[in-house]
């Protein structure tokens, strides 16, 4: 079956950095689309990223473009969320999600998400 942990969050100052990770297992994933999505309390989930496994192709929000980087390791199976300059606003649980190539942007498989906390 199918699964997706993300790991990395935790608690930091506005302008420092974290790293999460997201390790994927139970199936290949080279025909998959990896994102990253976050979510803060009261509102709506968020498109934060995205890489195309097979070719490493990226997509970024507005809101993180020139301040987050995502990554993946085919040998480790994992994807990488790089913050950097993090700010208030980016408080929020973060979570990994896996879409088929074929699906579009259809996001069948999610992680638990981790929590990210920025203080002023």
């Known amino acids: 079956q199918v699964q997706l942990v993300e790991s990395g969050g935790g608690l930091v100052q506005a302008g420092g950095s974290l790293r999460l990770s997201c390790k994927a297992s139970?199936?290949?994933?080279?025909?998959?689309?990896m994102g990253w999505f976050r979510q803060a309390p009261g509102k709506e989930r968020q498109f934060v990223a995205r890489i195309t496994w097979s070719d490493g192709s990226t997509y970024y929000a507005n809101s993180v473009k020139g301040r987050f980087t995502i990554s993946r390791d085919n040998a480790k199976n994992t994807v990488y969320l790089q913050m950097n300059n993090l700010k208030p606003e980016d408080t929020a649980v973060y979570y990994c999600a896996a879409a088929p190539l074929a699906s579009g942007y259809s996001y069948d498989y999610w992680g638990q998400g981790t929590q990210v906390t920025v203080s002023s």
């Open positions: 139970g199936r290949t994933f080279s025909g998959y689309r």
